[in-house]
Antibody
Framework: QITLKESGPTLVKPTQTLTLTCTFSGFSVSNSGVGVGWIRQSPGKAPEWLALIYWDDEKRYNPSLKTRLTITKDMSKNQVVLTMTNMDPVDTGTYYC??????????????WGQGTLVTVSS | DIQMTQSPSSLSASVGDRVTITCRASRRINNYVNWYQQKPGKAPKLLIYDASTLQSGVPSRFSGSGSVTEFTLTISSLQPEDFATYYCQQSYNTLTFGGGTKVDIK
């Protein structure tokens, strides 16, 4: 059974850097085809994809946020870490990590973690 | 980025109704479309991937169809547990989600 759980601060100040950790079980991020993605959702809005890291360490970022994002993986700890710099109140929302499905060129997410609510406020 | 325009944005339906939700891509995306269900306070759940493949464990009343730029999610007979918000997502290039369709009780 695959499970993922996000952890990190619930409150950050504007201009600070957010660091979120996704701790997972039930799969290995070193296996071919595997990936872990980060997706966020502002209250009442659609999800927004942020970043994705693959088994071969290829990384993809949402172009609109690319300059602020870094995604890394730690295979020994079964963790994927996302950092987002220069946080702003508009970045407030629930941040999810998710297991990347598929083994070909297409990407879908299943399952997702429970999400962690991040509020950006001074 | 490829825009995914979902319609309708909301609908009211009764148990037993057939429900159809459409997603239109701003350019061709082959069959790289996935569908999710989200209930309040919960993470999205994958229903359909690659336009028409039912994810394991998802009831067969859910189905997906379409190609190129037009895609459809159909619920053949709406059940009480299906009242939720549904999102499409394309993975042809930069991953993007549709705006969502909220299905509530008529």
């Amino acid at each position: 059974q695959i499970t993922l759980k996000e952890s990190g601060p619930t409150l950050v100040k504007p201009t600070q850097t957010l660091t979120l950790t996704c701790t997972f079980s039930g799969f290995s991020v070193s296996n071919s085809g595997v990936g872990v993605g980060w997706i966020r959702q502002s209250p009442g809005k659609a999800p927004e994809w942020l970043a994705l890291i693959y088994w071969d360490d290829e990384k993809r970022y949402n172009p609109s946020l690319k300059t602020r994002l870094t995604i890394t993986k730690d295979m020994s700890k079964n963790q994927v870490v996302l950092t987002m710099t220069n946080m702003d109140p508009v970045d407030t929302g629930t941040y999810y990590c998710a297991h990347r499905g598929g083994s070909g060129p297409t990407d879908w997410f299943d399952p997702w973690g429970q999400g962690t609510l991040v509020t950006v406020s001074s | 980025d490829i825009q995914m325009t979902q319609s309708p944005s909301s609908l009211s339906a009764s148990v037993g109704d057939r429900v159809t939700i459409t997603c239109r891509a701003s350019r061709r995306i082959n069959n790289y479309v996935n569908w999710y269900q989200q209930k309040p306070g919960k993470a999205p759940k994958l229903l359909i991937y690659d336009a028409s493949t039912l994810q394991s464990g998802v009831p067969s009343r859910f189905s997906g169809s379409g190609s190129v730029t037009e895609f459809t999610l159909t619920i053949s007979s709406l059940q009480p547990e299906d009242f939720a918000t549904y999102y499409c997502q394309q993975s042809y290039n930069t991953l993007t989600f549709g705006g969502g369709t909220k299905v509530d009780i008529k």
